[in-house]
């Protein structure tokens, strides 16, 4: 007949109370890498701004180079590919974090230094950012994009020990990206300018001049909307703002873990070794 040496509810609330000085103290010593993390940390702050699509392209319209008398279905699907249609804000998410906004973001002697003393331990050196590379990986990391809700808009948050630094950073990080693409977009205007004028000039048939002519008056547009000196891909919604407190470290969240985890290891300990001489001295004291 076999005996059932499962423990019980009750063996361990026994065990407990028997280690209650192991968890005691392991609890102490939890608390106190506690005060050791939160010391050493370095607080950071949550900076968060919000920006959505602007309501123009420099994207030119097609349809501009077929007759006037194309149908009506092929009108729709042309234009549907026309200046309505815009990827230049999903570009500006795309690359906000990419080497080629990093690269940029390297010439601005102000921001190198701010980014180099970010450090999330008192103790840490500060971070060698040097290459395009490096800093892209840790845009990646410290910068993050969220959706709002079921709208185009995008939340994009930064984690730094210094509010003011962030929101300047994340202002020139928009003002670079948005004016990367911008520039883009007028030398690709000026080149199709100086195209369309020069074959303007060499061609004599009615309706190619008609569709260059469109065409030219299209790309005079985008110069124009360029020179408005406006946000191009993205526009700001919301200004940076900074968290009230600082998110990172949270001692609501450190201590209870710290001391749960401590208080779990002295009771693992006195399981592994103070219970075992408690039996031992039993059996001696029996003998």
């Known amino acids: 007949m076999t005996q059932n040496t499962e423990p019980t509810l009750?063996?361990?609330?026994g065990w407990c109370w028997?280690?209650?000085l192991w968890i005691v103290g392991g609890l102490l010593?939890?608390?106190v890498a506690a005060l050791l993390w939160v010391s050493l940390a370095v607080p950071q702050y949550r900076i968060t701004m919000l920006v959505g699509p602007t309501t123009r392209t420099g994207t030119p319209d097609i349809s501009a180079l077929f007759p006037e008398n194309a149908s009506y279905a092929l009108e729709?699907?042309?234009r549907s590919f026309g200046p309505g249609d815009s990827s230049d804000f999903m570009r500006f998410e795309a690359i906000l974090r990419g080497p080629t906004i990093a690269a940029r973001i390297l010439n601005q002697p102000e921001l190198t230094q701010g980014l180099a003393?970010?450090?999330r331990w008192s103790f840490a050196s500060a971070s060698a950012l040097a290459s395009p590379e490096k800093l892209s990986a840790y845009l990646q990391k410290k910068i993050r994009i969220e959706a709002v809700g079921n709208t185009p808009m995008r939340k994009i948050s930064y984690f730094h020990s210094d509010p003011g630094f962030g929101r300047l950073f994340l202002l020139s990080l928009y003002g670079t990206t948005d004016q990367m693409i911008r520039q883009e977009i007028r030398e690709k205007a000026a080149a199709r300018i100086i195209w369309l004028n020069d074959t303007l000039r060499t061609t004599n048939d009615p309706e190619h001049r008609r569709m260059l002519a469109n065409l030219l008056m299209e790309q005079e547009q985008v110069k124009m909307i360029l020179a408005l000196n406006e946000p191009f891909a993205a526009m700001l919604a919301?200004?940076?703002?900074?968290?009230?407190k600082p998110v990172w470290?949270?001692?609501k969240a450190v201590f209870p873990l710290l001391g749960?985890?401590?208080a779990f290891l002295g009771f693992m300990l006195y399981m592994s070794f103070g219970r075992g001489r408690s039996v031992r001295s039993l059996h001696l004291q029996a003998a």
């Open 18 to 20: 028997d280690a209650k």
């Open 249 to 251: 470290p949270d001692k």
């Open 10 to 13: 009750r063996d361990l609330i």
């Open 117 to 119: 003393d970010d450090r």
């Open 260 to 262: 749960f985890v401590g």
């Open 29 to 31: 010593v939890g608390i």
């Open 76 to 78: 729709y699907v042309l």
């Open 238 to 244: 919301e200004p940076p703002a900074v968290s009230a």
